[in-house]
């Protein structure tokens, strides 16, 4: 059930909503800095909603809260999907209210996802099973991003509009949230499940489960990690199409078909990360994605064509699922049990505030400076991330090998 939210959530987030939300905004007449603030609003809103969303999944359990989050963002989407038909002078309002309100309610599966996969899985077999999650994600957004650069041409056909119209967009938003149908049933009808009593030191990675107190220092770095690489990422993932649109003068067809691309090329990349692990481990192999990722944002930064952008696009996806796969497993397995669903809340906590950060400063910056500087000032904060999951991870493992010595 968590691979096929996985899917479902990269259909409708990763794929549809990140192809074309953007270029709705811009049909309805707004420029970078309004498109950053809705989507560092929707983010921050996601960072606000994590840690309730984490407290909601404890108290009434794992699947009732998926069965909750799914409801709540369907209805959410649908709604702000409207948007277009909302009389002018109210129409910003209704975004920037709308969009964290839909935000927040995604967070509610997010969160509870990753602690009911690692609840149900084993030490052995956790690593396949995230990086296995971490590649329906992309799947998804694979086939979201094709199908959400072809809708709007479809219904504006269907409507006699234009692409220049906002309407076309927005039908597209509403429709991709058919897509949670199937995945809300399947949590609806599914028993309640006890989480599996997993322990298990990690000595082959070097991470050794904090037990008793709640492992403040662990879970600072874990978000801040966590928000530096969210907001390097964001800088290219918020900006790409508005990037191709604005600057580049790409088509909504061919927008959709290069992130949809780049989606399908980010596939496997989670599924060479358990080989990957074993040969290196857990922070070597984290560390090599990052430093990839810091490399491919600063080809994005100097491309000067459509073809050169989307190639640097896809390769920033793959890292971007591969660092997914293995720090999403760092992030539950370096810390006992019982605070699994405290880190995970905490993941999506720092991530929100990191993409907050980068989409609400990035139009700022792209107005004034460019997209070459938006893109290199991800790659410095990927760099940063970088540098401070390998002096406190490795030296973990250095303190810990010492220990055993």
């Not at 191709?244 to 990360?273: C, F, H, N, Q």
């Not at 064509?305 to 997914?324: D, F, H, Q, R, T």
């Not at 699994?340 to 700022?364: D, T």
């Amino acid at each position: 059930m968590a691979l096929a939210f996985a899917a479902a959530a990269g259909f409708v987030y990763n794929g549809v909503l990140s192809t074309i939300s953007n270029l709705y905004y811009l049909r309805m007449g707004y420029g970078p800095e309004v498109v950053g603030n809705i989507a560092g609003l929707r983010a921050l809103a996601f960072a606000l909603a994590a840690l309730p969303a984490g407290a909601l999944g404890r108290r009434v359990g794992g699947r009732r809260a998926m069965v909750i989050g799914l409801a709540a963002w369907a209805i959410a989407g649908v709604v702000f999907s409207l948007a277009d038909l909302v009389p002018t002078p109210w129409r910003l309002a209704y975004l920037l209210v709308l969009g964290p309100v839909v935000a927040a309610a995604y967070a509610i599966p997010v969160v509870n996802a990753l602690p009911i996969l690692a609840g149900h899985t084993g030490p052995e077999e956790r690593p396949l099973a995230f990086s296995l999650y971490a590649s329906c994600t992309p799947l998804g957004a694979f086939v979201g991003s094709w199908v959400g650069g072809l809708l709007p041409g479809w219904f504006a056909g269907l409507l006699g509009a234009t692409l220049s119209q906002p309407r076309p967009y927005g039908l597209a938003l509403g429709g991709c949230f058919v897509a949670l149908v199937p995945v809300f049933i399947a949590f609806l009808r599914l028993p309640e499940q006890r989480t599996a009593q997993t322990t298990g030191a990690l000595a082959s990675t070097g991470l050794a489960l904090e037990r008793a107190k709640a492992p403040i220092l662990l879970l600072a770095a874990i978000g801040l990690v966590t928000w530096l690489y969210t907001g390097g990422q964001f800088a290219a993932r918020t900006f790409f199409n508005v990037y191709l649109d604005r600057a580049l003068a790409v088509s909504t067809a061919r927008i959709g078909a290069s992130m949809a691309v780049a989606s399908l090329l980010a596939i496997p990349a989670p599924l060479v990360m358990p080989a990957l692990v074993r040969r290196l481990g857990q922070v070597p192999a984290l560390l090599n994605a990052l430093a990839g990722l810091v490399l491919a944002l600063l080809l994005l930064a100097m491309s000067g064509g459509w073809i050169a952008a989307a190639a640097s696009y896809a390769a920033i996806l793959m890292l971007v699922a591969g660092v997914n796969a293995v720090w999403s497993l760092v992030t539950q397995e370096a810390v006992a049990r019982e605070w699994r669903s405290a880190s995970s809340a905490l993941y999506s906590l720092a991530g929100g505030l990191g993409s907050a950060m980068m989409s609400m400063g990035g139009g700022y910056l792209v107005a004034r400076v460019g997209y070459q500087a938006l893109f290199s000032l991800g790659a410095g904060l990927v760099s940063l991330a970088t540098v401070v999951a390998g002096l406190v991870f490795l030296g973990r493992r250095g303190r810990q090998a010492s220990g055993r010595a």
